[in-house]
Each structure stands twice: as structure tokens, then as C-alpha cells.
């Protein structure tokens, strides 16, 4: 439901939105009458179908899993990662990407991304395993902020170095496509489709999938012997529930959705020194209105703040400013640092009104004549 704010309120950076109550009724439902409630039972299965259905994929191509992370480091176990070795991945992330390596046994190896798509390219992965401080043992680009990813460039790339690739797509629930290697979504509740804490690994490799199934599940395939190095990354009953619920609205949703982030892009594209997400709000949507800004970001921020209009540095300054990973070797990351410095996460959920956008606009337009 849409709450109209009052001209002075604050405008919140997120509202996630999921499912109500009255709509997860009837699958809870199925849930109590079935008795299953983990252990990839028969809404998770029916999830996991709808999900393919969804992404035009045959049935069997995705895994929900407990979580976004947890997908990330299952995926990496299913294709027998050495325990010890690295894990090439962006700096210019959120700290999940570097947690789900070191999940599975690795070590984050934090590299540089290419400045126009803010990504890990593969062309920059090849020439990054020359100057290598070890044993490469998989690498993990990202989506930024769920923009088109160029899946097929990714395949090429494991075919031609067989270097297992992991595809970090949290945010790309509306851009993702399913191909021969592993990428992995997010259901987190700030994500455009949440199911609460959740996410899903998509792969069209059967025996890959089979490999991801044992992986999430203790190593258990068949039979109750542990076979391989695993995790428990199963998604439970009650979350697919909320899921399905979720997937029997979808269109409509994301009709509301696509609708709303149009309209943001078509206030902000209007201000200056402003820079969307190349398409996003109109060839393709999330739950983040992410913007690129060539003028001081820290003015920016407080002009917003100072308008009651909040922002958030989704991926702070980089995995590398984080202490957890400070001590993780690295390139130079000089354009992952640029990005940190100038890209400022803006209101976007279905709460805000049309003057609540118009609010965003004015307040941006006056912190970037502030920040030039
Ligand atoms: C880039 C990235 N990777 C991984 C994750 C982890 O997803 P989850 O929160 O479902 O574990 C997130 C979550 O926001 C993310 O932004």
C-alpha cells in the first residue's frame, strides 16, 4: 500500500515490501497440511519451478538456498574449490561477495574493475591471473546493483582458462539469465523480489546442479553420508512460502515497480552531473536507484540529508576498507576506489509519491550545485 509522506517527512532510502500475511495464508496452508517444513520440500521444489518457469528455463535449473551468501560459497563448493587457494573477485562490492569465499576455503583476491560498468570483465580476469600472488583457485564477478551482465563472455571465459566461475548476480533478479555457469540471486527483503532472508543458484549444467544440491546439503546425496566438503544452504518451507507468494503477484509487482523507477529516472536524468545506471528505469529495474555523481558525493550526501532525503552507500568504500579484508591481497584499485567515492544510493521503493520524487530531484540538483 502507498503511505503518502508529508512534505517535511523523511524519505527512506529502502521499504522493503513483501507478501502479506493474508497472501501467504493459503501456502502456510499446504505447509501445515504437508507436515515438511525444510529439507527442500514440496514448496520449495514448487518455488524453484516457478523460478525457471519465470527465466524461461527448463525445470531443474535452479536451487533456492538460505540465503545470497550462502548461495556464493555453495556454488563454489560444488565445483570442488582447492581449500586455500584465491578467489579473484572486485573490491568494488558488498563485503557478502568476500564472506562467501572465505565460506568455502579461499582467499579474496581483491582486484579492479573496469570503470564504465563498474565490473570484473573477463578480458581484465585473464590479464589479473598473469600477475597472480597464487594459486587462482575461482573467480567471482559481480552485477553491480543488478545491472546486465554479460553471462555468455563468463562462459568463454571458464571454457578457455577452466578456472571455476561463480556469478555474484545478488541484485539481478529482473537481469539474470541461466547459463552453464553458476550464478546466484538474492531473496534478502531490500532485494526487488525478497522472501525475507533467501536466495537461489541458477545453473543449466545438470550435473553442476546435482553437484550444488550436495553442497548445500551437508554433502548428502542419496544417502546420509557426508561426500564432499559442504554446508547446510537449504532454503526452509516457510520461506518459499512467502516466495510463491510472491512469484503468483510478480507481474503485477513488477509492472508497479518498473512504473515507479521510470519516474525516477525520468526526474534525475534531468539534473546535472547525475549519471543513472545505463538503462536502468526503463530497459531494466531493481530495488536501488544507484547514480554515478562528478561533484563532491560527501556535500551531496549532506544537502540531501539536510532535505530530509536519505542515501546510502550500498558497498561503503570497497571490500579492501573493510577491516575484515584489509589483510586480503590486492591489485591497484584505483577505479574501484573513483566508484566508492562518487556512486550514492537514492530513495527507491514503491512508498514514494510522485512530490516525494520530485522532493529527491530538487534536493539532488541543489546538492550538486552545492558540490561542484
Ligand atoms: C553484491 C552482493 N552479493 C551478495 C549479497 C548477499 O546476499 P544475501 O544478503 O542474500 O546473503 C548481497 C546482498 O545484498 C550483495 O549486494
Known amino acids: 500500500m502507498t503511505q503518502a509522506c508529508s512534505p517535511g ?3 527512506s532510502v529502502s521499504r522493503p515490501s513483501l507478501p502479506t500475511a493474508d ?7 499446504r505447509m501445515d497440511a504437508a507436515q515438511i517444513y ?12 516457478g523460478l525457471a518457469q519465470l527465466y524461461g528455463a527448463p525445470d531443474g535449473v535452479v536451487r533456492p538456498v538460505v540465503s545470497g551468501t550462502a548461495g556464493l560459497t555453495v556454488a563454489l563448493l560444488a ?5 586455500g587457494g584465491l578467489c579473484m573477485l572486485p573490491s568494488w562490492t558488498f563485503v557478502a561477495t568476500g564472506h562467501a569465499a572465505r565460506g568455502a576455503g579461499l582467499i579474496p583476491w581483491l582486484v579492479d574493475v573496469d570503470e564504465d560498468s563498474g565490473m570484473l570483465t573477463p578480458h581484465m580476469a585473464e590479464a589479473f591471473l598473469l600477475e597472480a600472488p597464487g594459486p587462482v583457485a575461482a573467480v567471482m564477478p559481480v552485477a553491480p546493483f543488478g545491472a546486465p551482465f554479460p553471462y555468455e563472455a563468463w562462459e568463454a571465459f571458464h571454457q578457455r582458462t577452466g578456472i571455476p566461475v561463480v556469478i555474484d548476480a545478488a541484485a539481478a533478479f529482473d537481469t539474470v539469465r541461466p547459463c552453464s555457469v553458476p550464478a546466484v540471486v538474492s531473496l534478502h527483503a531490500t532485494k526487488l523480489f525478497g522472501v525475507g532472508e533467501g536466495g537461489f543458484v541458477t545453473c543449466t549444467q545438470p550435473e553442476l546442479m546435482r553437484k550444488i544440491e550436495c553442497a548445500g546439503n551437508f554433502g548428502f546425496y542419496g544417502s546420509r553420508i557426508a561426500t564432499v566438503p559442504a554446508c547446510n544452504g537449504k532454503m526452509s518451507e516457510l520461506h518459499a512460502a512467502v516466495g510463491l507468494a510472491g512469484l503468483a503477484e510478480w507481474q503485477a509487482r513488477r509492472q508497479t515497480l518498473a512504473t515507479l523507477c521510470g519516474s525516477l529516472a525520468t526526474a534525475l536524468s534531468g539534473v546535472p552531473h547525475v549519471h543513472l545506471q545505463p538503462g536502468w528505469g526503463r530497459d531494466w529495474i531493481s530495488a536501488t536507484c544507484v547514480v554515478r555523481l562528478s561533484v563532491c558525493t560527501a556535500t551531496v550526501e549532506d544537502v540531501l540529508a539536510e532535505a530530509g532525503v536519505e542515501t546510502r552507500r550500498w558497498w561503503g568504500d570497497g571490500l579492501h576498507a573493510q577491516p575484515a579484508f584489509a589483510q ?8 574501484g576506489e ?21 522532493r529527491v530531484a530538487t534536493a539532488l540538483r541543489h546538492g550538486v550545485q552545492a558540490g561542484k
Open 328 to 335: 586480503c591481497p590486492h591489485t591497484a584499485l584505483t577505479v
Open 338 to 358: 573513483r566508484l566508492a567515492g562518487s556512486t550514492l544510493g537514492l530513495p527507491c521503493h514503491l512508498d514514494l509519491t510522485p512530490m516525494d520524487i520530485e
Open 9 to 11: 517527512a523523511i524519505i
Open 79 to 83: 565445483q570442488g574449490v582447492v581449500p
Open 23 to 29: 497472501k501467504l495464508m493459503p501456502w502456510l496452508q
Open 38 to 49: 525444510a529439507n527442500n520440500g514440496p514448496l520449495c521444489r514448487l518455488f524453484a519451478d
